[in-house]
């Protein structure tokens, strides 16, 4: 196994299985087949064609596109088409930057192939020239995932909240982090991919933190969504990520990009260039 492999794992998608989903004349997401025709029956709101997905022309405005939406995507979670419902309402716009279109629920979103955006925080200890970070154990009852590795703090962006409002969130929740200490992590960039996951597509952009925190702080969580947490040697960090799967898929990319950023993968590394072009699909 390889650093890479983790790349490979979130570069699973066919094209030809989906069809654009269109908001206002808006490319939005892409919508596999088998799921678009489960839209069709909600005629008043979805346009089903061959090769595309539209919302009704006189759904006009944000608003009551959201209402509409927000009915049928009920109907088709009370029939267990849509699983892990968390009344978390999601953006659906052309760019990170333009407003909303409209809200979905957050479990909806790989199903419309609607880019998805998310906080990751990367918590580590530096002492004595040696670097240790700190490892989340994700819940068995978390819908994706379940029993994962995942970064000390990590979260999806929802509607209406800025990214560092919401990471901040994130620290308290997941981590016990008090917020003058969430408020040192520092912004370091991002990543991006496309993979056909059991959820759906997920076409999601990462930003990701880096936090130093003291060698006596301990995190606790407070939302029932981390079983465990790990303070680790990047060696054994190194040691996980590139030799097994424990890592939830995505966490691993961000730890790949930490390590490059940090010079435990040099540029001398026969994958160096591969992975510098992975993490951004």
Same mark, same amino acid.
């Given at each position: 196994?390889?650093?890479?492999?983790?790349?490979?794992? !979130?570069?699973?998608? +066919?094209?030809?299985?989906?069809?654009? #989903?269109? /908001?206002?004349?808006?490319?939005?997401?892409?919508?596999?087949?088998? #799921?678009?025709? +489960?839209?069709?029956?909600?005629?008043?709101?979805?346009?089903?064609?061959?090769d595309?997905?539209t919302?009704?022309?006189? @759904?006009?405005?944000?608003?009551?596109?959201?209402?509409?939406?927000?009915?049928?995507?009920?109907?088709?979670?009370?029939?267990?088409?849509?699983?892990?419902?968390?009344?978390?309402?999601?953006?659906v716009?052309?760019?990170?930057?333009?407003?909303?279109?409209?809200?979905?629920?957050?479990?909806? /979103?790989?199903?419309?192939?609607?880019?998805?955006?998310? /906080?990751?925080?990367?918590?580590?200890?530096?002492? =004595?020239?040696?670097?240790?970070?700190?490892?989340?154990?994700?819940?068995?009852?978390?819908?994706?995932?379940?029993?994962?590795? +995942? %970064?000390?703090?990590?979260?999806? %962006?929802?509607?209406?909240?800025?990214?560092?409002?919401?990471?901040?969130?994130? !620290?308290?929740?997941?981590?016990?982090?008090?917020?003058?200490?969430?408020?040192?992590?520092?912004p370091?960039?991002g990543?991006?991919?496309?993979?056909?996951?059991?959820?759906g597509?997920?076409?999601?952009? @990462?930003?990701?933190?880096?936090?130093?925190?003291?060698?006596?702080?301990?995190?606790?969580?407070? +939302?029932?969504?981390?079983?465990? #947490?790990?303070?680790?040697?990047?060696?054994?960090?190194?040691?996980?990520?590139?030799?097994?799967? %424990?890592?939830?898929?995505? !966490?691993?990319?961000?730890?790949?990009?930490?390590?490059?950023?940090?010079?435990?993968?040099?540029?001398?590394?026969?994958?160096y260039?591969?992975?510098?072009? =992975?993490?951004?699909?």
């Amino acid at each position: 196994m390889s650093f890479f492999d983790r790349i490979a794992e !979130c570069s699973v998608f +066919d094209r030809s299985r989906y069809r654009e #989903f269109r /908001v206002d004349g808006h490319e939005v997401g892409l919508i596999e087949a088998a #799921f678009a025709e +489960d839209l069709s029956e909600f005629e008043d709101v979805f346009a089903v064609g061959d090769d595309d997905v539209t919302l009704a022309a006189d @759904l006009a405005d944000a608003e009551s596109r959201t209402r509409a939406v927000d009915r049928c995507l009920r109907t088709l979670k009370e029939r267990g088409r849509i699983m892990g419902w968390r009344e978390e309402p999601y953006p659906v716009a052309p760019s990170f930057s333009a407003p909303a279109l409209f809200t979905m629920e957050r479990a909806a /979103v790989p199903l419309f192939g609607v880019r998805g955006y998310g /906080v990751h925080m990367n918590g580590i200890v530096v002492k =004595g020239g040696a670097t240790k970070m700190w490892i989340g154990k994700r819940s068995l009852t978390k819908p994706t995932g379940p029993g994962k590795l +995942d %970064q000390l703090v990590a979260g999806g %962006q929802p509607a209406g909240m800025s990214l560092k409002a919401n990471l901040i969130k994130e !620290c308290e929740e997941e981590a016990a982090i008090p917020h003058a200490l969430a408020e040192r992590a520092v912004p370091i960039g991002g990543i991006s991919y496309v993979t056909e996951r059991p959820e759906g597509l997920r076409r999601d952009v @990462l930003f990701n933190y880096d936090l130093e925190l003291p060698p006596d702080f301990e995190p606790r969580n407070t +939302d029932g969504e981390i079983e465990a #947490f790990y303070l680790w040697p990047i060696e054994k960090v190194i040691e996980v990520v590139r030799d097994t799967d %424990q890592f939830k898929f995505n !966490c691993a990319l961000v730890v790949i990009d930490f390590l490059i950023r940090r010079g435990f993968i040099e540029p001398d590394h026969p994958e160096y260039v591969d992975l510098l072009k =992975g993490l951004h699909g």
